[in-house]
């Protein structure tokens, strides 16, 4: 079992900046692909980033690439969102979720392909 708590929301304008961070208690996270996924009002869950635990490269939405970037600390069981050029479309509560020993066949932007998720974290952006 893997528990997962997210952290770093708040109130930010537009422009602005925030890092949030994913801390991973319970499991060796070193093996597990990590992802960020946030829920905006009103809207269904969908993908922001992923990081898969083999060195391989990065995903990101459409509409976070080149402002967002995803990261990992393995020694402290924490991965990192760091959001740059906020906007006021990106305000959501951002979820981040985990999957051990991932296979060949796994699709980082889907919901269904995580086994474990944090409770969340708010994220406005506006004046």
């Known amino acids: 079992q893997v528990q997962l708590v997210e952290s770093g929301g708040g109130l930010v304008q537009p422009g602005g900046s925030l890092r949030l961070s994913c801390v991973a208690s319970?499991?060796?996270?070193?093996?597990?692909?990590v992802g960020w996924f946030r829920q905006p009002p009103g809207k269904e869950r969908e993908f922001v980033a992923a990081?898969?635990?083999?060195?391989?490269?990065?995903y990101y939405a459409d509409s976070v690439e080149g402002r967002f970037t995803i990261s990992r600390d393995n020694a402290k069981n924490t991965v990192y969102l760091q959001m740059n050029s906020l906007k006021p479309e990106d305000t959501a509560v951002y979820y981040c979720?985990?999957?051990?020993?991932?296979?060949?066949?796994?699709?980082?932007?889907?919901?269904?392909?995580?086994?474990?998720w944090g409770q969340g974290t708010q994220v406005t952006v506006s004046l």
């Open positions: 990081d898969p635990w083999n060195g391989g490269a990065t």
């Open positions: 319970g499991s060796i996270f070193d093996h597990y692909a």
């Open positions: 979720a985990a999957k051990p020993r991932i296979s060949h066949s796994w699709m980082p932007s889907s919901i269904n392909a995580y086994d474990y």
